[in-house]
């Protein structure tokens, strides 16, 4: 018996240190998020907030906010009643499910604008993209609720989620993640820049974006799905009763955060292209047939499904290029251009 209580003690014990060690990464997280928030509000304010209301910006705001919720919803304390604990639980899960519809709309669009306006992939991306949250959606019907720990105040629990349930899950919901990352990795690798138009500036072109930057991210989002997937494996084979990995619990945040520094870069470097086409289409009155780069903009979703053929950047395009450029987007003048360029992403 002593034994027996002895291993009760030990569970108890280990279990608590859990929890401890959830919250405090819990609140790491939130202080990361709300840095980022600080570090980006004013660049936020003046790429998104005075503009027109487009998809791509709702796209934003979505993956931008969605977060945000989540945790605060997170730390909010439920007081002694389970049933308040329950519904703050059933609240914040759902927040976290609905982060990945924005990531999965973003990834589907990148795969469009790679692919040169190809919508089977774009819309296979889309698919994978879906998969992790049409998994959750299933894992919330296996009653996710939760209780109120006397020590640590309210705490999620899923009542019919067995180890075995919850290795499957994990896995195709990963997997799929990890084979949008390779496609629209091996697409961006596929139109990578030249070895001369790789070059770090501090307002980046719209090239560098869409190839360079763009392909630092892919790489860096791939690399925190393999890492949920193994970590959460491992976690569930030592301790099948215990909690997932800690890492699971940045994962969702840095993803966040990293499309969001992307679509700011590329909204960035989207009004710098359209600025120079403006400038371009005053000064010149001949068209040139000798066009190099190609880029095209979307009324509705902006720059994040804007296509560009690499091969030469847009600082060192052609003055007939960039009036090519302008008469592509269908703007008369330069105050046209100019209210086109506030309203898209």
Not at 196 to 224: C, D, E, K, N
Request: charged content about 15%; overall charge negative; glycine content about 6%.
């Amino acid at each position: 018996m002593s034994a027996d209580a002895g291993s009760e003690v030990a569970q108890i014990v280990d279990l608590y240190n859990a929890i401890f060690t959830t919250s405090a990464c819990t609140y790491a997280v939130l202080a990361l998020v709300v840095l980022e928030y600080a570090l980006t509000f004013r660049q936020e304010v003046d790429m998104f907030w005075n503009r027109k209301l487009t998809g791509a910006t709702g796209l934003f705001l979505l993956n931008r906010y969605i977060v945000i919720i989540f945790l605060i919803l997170g730390i909010i304390p439920s007081g002694p009643s389970d049933t308040v604990c329950a519904e703050l639980i059933k609240s914040a899960t759902m927040f976290e499910y609905l982060m990945y519809l924005p990531w999965a709309v973003f990834a589907a669009l990148r795969a469009y604008a790679l692919a040169v306006r190809r919508w089977p992939l774009a819309v296979l991306v889309l698919f994978l993209g879906i998969v992790p949250f049409a998994i959750n959606v299933a894992v919330f019907g296996l009653g996710v609720t939760g209780i109120v720990d006397p020590m640590f105040g309210c705490q999620a629990i899923t009542t019919d989620l067995s180890p075995e349930l919850a290795k499957r899950f994990t896995i195709a919901s990963r997997t799929a993640l990890i084979a949008a990352d390779v496609l629209l990795i091996a697409l961006t690798w596929r139109k990578r820049l030249p070895a001369r138009g790789w070059s770090w500036t501090r307002v980046p072109s719209l090239t560098a974006v869409m190839f360079q930057y763009g392909m630092i991210y892919f790489v860096i989002l791939f690399i925190l799905n393999v890492l949920h997937l193994i970590f959460t494996m491992i976690s569930i084979e030592l301790a099948p009763t215990g909690p997932a990995s800690f890492i699971t619990i940045f994962t969702n945040p840095l993803t966040s955060i990293l499309v969001s520094r992307f679509l700011l870069d590329l909204q960035g470097a989207t009004r710098k292209s359209l600025h120079l086409g403006t400038q371009a289409g005053l000064q010149t009155d001949t068209a040139g047939a000798r066009t190099k780069s190609t880029i095209v903009f979307e009324r509705v979703v902006g720059s994040i499904a804007s296509t560009l053929e690499p091969g030469m950047d847009d600082e060192s395009m052609s003055q007939e290029d960039r009036s090519e450029t302008v008469d592509d987007i269908g703007l008369a003048d330069r105050e046209e251009l100019t209210d086109e360029a506030d309203a898209k992403f």
